[in-house]
């Protein structure tokens, strides 16, 4: 693959076209390719495609949509990870490539992705200078920061990941003008930064002859289209500059423009025509365009009416809100996710309350990661939709409720992951189903809240962030691993008494309990530890609190228990389960979907200790031939049904699916 991707898009300058691909022949850096990207010629641009170069050549053609398309179209069959956009009469300096690639790699851990170079006019090819003039203008914060500034691409490179998350060129700006800053007001809306490079010089020569009547009053047209596209920018961005200057402006321009024959281009026109004083003849000439540049504000007002054009964003862009940024499971398969979805063609966009521990499980190259205040999380939402524009919002569980709202004011298709068993809440069911386009459940025992509308539900298992690459590190015997959060629903006071009767029959067992209890659940964690003192059991019970990382644990376990009164998928059977560990869960909701009895676990009765001791003492007595079947079952199982490939793939297949929907 290569590193630069140079596009450039023509229509009918075959001529300066092969000057500019000359000087592409001469430089010092020369990992790239070029893409020339034809908006419906009529000459004979099409024969560059016989035609043999020193670098990687590409011709794409297109009906005549206008530049913005003819970019787009160029970059859909780019490689590069930087593009570099330039003007089909150009002269590049020998250097020119060179400077773009190195200033992206010397800034781009400072956030910049795009580059600006330095453009010098001059008459024709022949006046090129050998070495670039001195390069004398200060350079300041506004000019670095400014898309209306920096962004023309006669000499611009960009990362990938501003044209994948904005969407790249909107293709509603089809005339002359203001195309390339719109698109630069949404990547600096999108917190990417600028930087300008003096030293990557081109230089721009005319392209359409000598200045004779024709070619000026071509050139005045363009500023007529360019006053009709700064509306259409006003109309798609409230303040890129425009729309409130122009409207405030909006009774005046009628009054002077809309008389009959144009009488100020007229008055123009006849100062100009009798001037021999060439200052003159430039201040009448400047004084056309201006009023050119009026006149296609007032016709684009009638072109573009109001409320009917809305800013471009990435077709594939999705926006990932999480409730919590811990390691608990939801936000690890929504991590698993996020790190894989670019290779999916879709740009993820992680959203967190706040910072946590699950940043360090998020790939920043690939993820673009955006945290919420503690306060106002919704109105913080809001500005990020509205600044992003994703085509698709995926609520992480229905406790990110807010962002189906947020979604609609905008229009935004969305997902909503629903994690929780909720049994006892037909209400909440029901207003999820309204609000959200389709729904992803973890497992098939949650079909049953929302079975009023199953064309609109998928089920996608929850998968493993990875299989071990090595053997899991010796158990410790007898050792029993819970791990969960401290509450009623995960049925540990049913374990701390199937511990007292297993200790009975084998004082060499022990407990190990990872997490915290919930604030709403401390009555019940004191409740276990008076239990287990008054038995005597707390010197073998080891309390380990929160961990960033269960595989040790997992490891020293010769079992895991999970007693879940309700859980609607079981994260930790199947990470158990893929450290070929041994495992009792209860019979709850999604856990008969991963666990077949006695061939890759065990299942018991949800509440019942009794049972629960009967079975741990039952799998410690089986031989260790017959608990190998099992542990190696249990990865055969894992490795089938839970990776992280299949799991993103089923995501995406319903992200497709919300994209079809109408």
Not at 287 to 293: E, G, I, N, P, Q
Not at 295 to 312: T, V
Not at 594 to 622: C, D, H
């Amino acid at each position: 693959m290569v590193k630069l991707s140079v596009i450039i898009p023509t229509r009918d300058r075959l001529d300066c076209l092969k000057q500019t691909l000359a000087s592409l022949q001469k430089q010092t850096f020369t990992d790239f390719e070029v893409i020339v990207s034809d908006d419906g010629s009529t000459d004979r641009t099409k024969s560059l495609a016989k035609q043999k170069f020193p670098f990687i050549f590409k011709l794409v053609s297109q009906p005549n949509l206008g530049r913005a398309a003819a970019r787009n179209h160029g970059f859909s069959v780019a490689e590069g990870g930087i593009i570099v956009f330039i003007d089909d009469h150009i002269i590049l300096d020998k250097d020119f490539l060179k400077e773009h690639y190195n200033t992206h790699q010397k800034f781009a851990k400072k956030g910049v992705a795009v580059a600006r170079g330095r453009v010098e006019y001059v008459k024709d090819v022949s006046a090129v200078p050998k070495k670039p003039p001195r390069f004398t203008k200060k350079i300041n914060k506004f000019n670095e920061n400014s898309p209306f500034v920096n962004f023309i691409t006669n000499n611009l490179s960009v990362s990938r990941d501003v044209l994948e998350l904005t969407g790249g060129f909107d293709p509603d700006f089809k005339e002359y003008g203001f195309q390339d800053q719109e698109l630069g007001f949404r990547a600096r809306q999108r917190g990417f930064k600028f930087k300008v490079n003096p030293k990557a010089v081109g230089y721009i020569f005319k392209a359409d002859g000598e200045d004779t009547p024709e070619i000026l009053e071509k050139r005045l047209d363009k500023f007529r289209q360019a006053g009709r596209s700064a509306v259409l920018l006003s109309r798609k961005h409230y303040w890129a500059g425009l729309r409130a200057g122009v409207n405030l402006f909006n009774v005046f321009l009628n009054a002077i423009l809309s008389l009959d024959n144009d009488w100020f281009l007229r008055f123009c026109r006849a100062q100009q025509a009798p001037t021999k004083d060439g200052k003159r003849w430039q201040y009448w000439r400047a004084k056309m365009r201006w009023a050119m540049f009026l006149k296609g504000l007032r016709e684009g007002f009638d072109k573009y009416p109001a409320d009917k054009y809305q800013p471009r964003s990435g077709d594939n862009v999705v926006m990932l809100v999480s409730h919590q940024a811990d390691l608990s499971g939801a936000p690890i398969s929504l991590a698993i996710l996020a790190n894989r979805l670019r290779g999916k063609s879709y740009y993820p966009i992680l959203v967190l309350p706040q910072s946590g521990p699950i940043e360090q499980k998020i790939d920043s190259a690939r993820v673009k990661v955006l945290n919420l205040s503690k306060y106002f999380k919704a109105l913080k939402l809001y500005i990020y939709v509205a600044r992003f524009r994703p085509a698709i919002i995926h609520a992480n569980t229905f406790l990110t409720e807010y962002a189906l709202d947020i979604a609609q004011k905008f229009g935004i298709k969305t997902i909503l992951h629903v994690r929780e068993d909720l049994s006892g809440f037909p209400a909440l069911a029901k207003r999820l189903l309204r609000k959200a386009r389709r729904l992803i459940l973890i497992s098939h025992s949650m079909v049953r809240y929302f079975d009023s509308e199953p064309t609109r539900l998928d089920v996608v298992y929850n998968a493993v962030e990875e299989l071990p690459k090595n053997e899991p590190a010796a158990e410790i015997p007898y050792n029993l691993l819970y791990a969960g959060s401290i509450e009623k629903r995960k049925g540990l006071w049913d374990l701390a008494r199937a511990f007292a009767l297993v200790h009975q029959q084998n004082p060499k067992a022990t407990l190990t309990v990872l997490g915290q209890a919930l604030s709403s659940e401390k009555m019940y964690f004191w409740k276990i530890r008076r239990f287990l003192q008054k038995h005597g059991l707390l010197p073998a019970v080891n309390f380990a609190g929160v961990v960033n990382n269960i595989v040790p644990y997992l490891d020293k376990a010769s079992l895991v228990v999970v007693p879940s009164h309700q859980e609607p998928f079981g994260r930790v059977v199947i990470e158990a389960m893929s450290r070929k560990k041994l495992v009792i869960a209860a019979a709850a909701g999604g856990i008969p979907e991963i666990i077949e009895q006695y061939r890759s676990g065990f299942l018991i009765e949800p509440g019942n200790p009794e049972q629960l001791a009967k079975m741990i003492l039952y799998v410690w007595s089986k031989t260790a031939e017959q608990k190998t079947q099992i542990r190696e079952k249990a990865y055969q199982t894992v490795a089938e049904r839970f990776l992280p490939d299949a799991y993103v793939e089923n995501i995406t297949a319903c992200y497709r699916k919300l994209q079809n929907d109408e």
